[in-house]
């Protein structure tokens, strides 16, 4: 079956399947789709979520493909914030915000330091091999 979009003229070869959600859900798609012009609309929205939730369960945690990905869940209210700052300028996107976040939490300046001194550490161990 082919579908073509009537706004954009473009066909988009594929099944249709019917959905229902509540209003709620709705809302929130729409609201979605209107902030982030990179999705054009819900069914657009629809087929990139459905794909990644399922590559995303289909995965390990640490995905070999993907090497240093792993799905993070958070509370919505956490979400709320990251996406408020986002659309404040603090950060360029969601995962921006994940990625500070982690950084400041594991990589500290007291985490760094114990880094290099268990690198030099074992670099003293280690006799070097001369060519």
Known sequence: MTVCYADTGETMDGERITLRLEAEDLELMDSFVKKRPEFSNRSHLARIAIRQFIEGAS?????????NRVLVEVPRAVLY????LVR???YNSINGAIEHAVRKEYLNAEVV?????RLLETRRETPEILP
């Not at 945690?61 to 090497?67: A, C, N």
């Not at 914030?81 to 408020?84: G, L, S």
């Open 88 to 90: 404040d300028g603090v």
């Open 59 to 67: 995965e390990s945690p640490v995905s070999e493909e993907k090497g």
């Open 81 to 84: 914030i990251m996406e408020a």
């Open 113 to 117: 330091e114990d880094m290099k001194k």
